[in-house]
């Protein structure tokens, strides 16, 4: 069951990052983020009951792990916002990297021959994807700035320690608790940035229905990842490996949405990095 429901939450994130894609054409990165977050907390406060009742600093936890995200959104959103959609979906597919490399440098885990083998498989896809074929016009038509795909990783880094921090956190809390105050915080972190910054809100956002459905899906896909979490018997490294069948969603999305070329070799780059991830786990 909780391979189902983490198999659930990567479709549906592949299907969101090509609705932040449409819901970016009409209004600005801050403006979407703001008020898909609010959306999706007032979609979880009927739940609020069930949400109270943890340990003090549990609280202060989960306001780490949404601060976490909070800087994770602003960097995948710039970076969809600026890139095509299939290289974004290739390039989140790294956070199974950095998530390797948290496990060694924090908890101290020691690699074996297959985790060092899928390393490096993950790292020539990624290496590969720069290297894409086709002429140089269309080449030229998806060379990214250098700082959208360091916004990209970065957004991976910030990902993979939020992944963590959900596995530790779903040991003492549940999956109510940790949804309600996570979103909670996470709308107060946008709330205070744009108050900072001045940042104002179109009133159009109300009247893109893409981020109502990213809301929607944020809401249910979470859910389902947090109850996965805490299902015993669940494992992160087989549950980060599923997590990545959202790539195939982007990259199809791709060619048939977005009219992107080279899908065949980006297709390509994705197989050599999930061969990667699956000798990994093995």
Do not use: H
């Amino acid at each position: 069951m909780w391979m189902l429901l983490v198999l659930l939450y990567g479709v549906l994130k592949g299907v969101r990052e090509v609705v932040k894609k449409k819901a970016l054409t009409k209004n600005t990165v801050m403006e979407v983020l703001f008020f898909y977050t609010l959306l999706a907390f007032l979609f979880v406060v009927p739940d609020a009951k069930n949400a109270m009742g943890m340990e003090p600093q549990y609280y202060f936890y989960v306001a780490l792990k949404s601060f976490v995200i909070f800087l994770a959104w602003i960097f995948s959103f710039k970076a969809i916002d600026k890139m095509p959609i299939s290289i974004y979906g290739i390039l989140d597919l790294s956070r199974v990297l950095f998530a390797t490399l948290l496990g060694v440098f924090v908890l101290q885990e020691v690699l074996g021959v297959y985790q060092i083998i899928g390393l490096i498989l993950v790292s020539a896809g990624l290496i590969l994807l720069k290297f894409r074929p086709g002429t140089a016009r269309n080449r030229q038509k998806e060379d990214i700035q250098v700082v959208y795909v360091l916004f990209a990783f970065a957004s991976c880094i910030l990902n993979a320690v939020s992944g963590l921090m959900d596995k530790l956190l779903m040991r003492e809390i549940s999956s109510s608790q940790l949804q309600f105050w996570y979103m909670l915080f996470l709308v107060s972190y946008y709330g205070i940035y744009l108050v900072v910054t001045r940042t104002r809100i179109s009133g159009s956002v109300l009247k893109n229905g893409w981020i109502w459905l990213l809301s929607i899906l944020f809401v249910i896909a979470d859910r389902a990842l947090f109850i996965a979490n805490g299902m015993e018997g669940s494992r992160v490294t087989v549950m980060t490996l599923i997590k990545q069948s959202g790539c195939v969603v982007t990259i199809l999305a791709g060619k048939f949405i977005f009219k992107e070329k080279n899908i065949g070799y980006k297709l390509f780059c994705a197989a050599v990095i999930v061969a990667g991830i699956v000798i990994s786990v093995l």
